[in-house]
Nanobody
Framework: QVHLVESGGGLVQAGSSLRLSCAAS????????MAWFRQAPGKEREFVGS????????YYADVVKGRFTISRDNTKNTVSLQMSSLKPDDTGTYYC????????????????WGHGTQVTVSS
């Protein structure tokens, strides 16, 4: 089992950068692919990006490609989401998820979820 806790959210202006972190507990963390999803009020949870278990393969949603970067450190059980050139449309609650599916583009593929961290981008 994997327990996930996100951090790093906040209120920023459009064009700014923000780094989200997800700390995982559980010895099996390195066995999981990790993904970030987000959910805006009144909208469905959507895929943002993912990194495979070894940290070698990446997959991003088109809307964030070139602006967001995912990384992980299996020695520290952490995964990060570096966000740049933020837009108001990036506003939402960001969740990290652990999965065994690749690429994990559907929320249904997640086995474990964090509680989420709020990101608000003002125009």
């Amino acid at each position: 089992q994997v327990h996930l806790v996100e951090s790093g959210g906040g209120l920023v202006q459009a064009g700014s950068s923000l780094r989200l972190s997800c700390a995982a507990s559980g010895e099996t963390f390195p066995e999981y692919h990790m993904a970030w999803f987000r959910q805006a009020p009144g909208k469905e949870r959507e895929f943002v990006g993912s990194i495979n278990w070894r940290g070698e393969i990446f997959y991003y949603a088109d809307v964030v490609k070139g602006r967001f970067t995912i990384s992980r450190d299996n020695t520290k059980n952490t995964v990060s989401l570096q966000m740049s050139s933020l837009k108001p449309d990036d506003t939402g609650t960001y969740y990290c998820a652990a999965t065994k599916r690749w690429p994990p583009t559907s929320p249904n593929s997640a086995l474990y979820w964090g509680h989420g961290t709020q990101v608000t981008v003002s125009s």
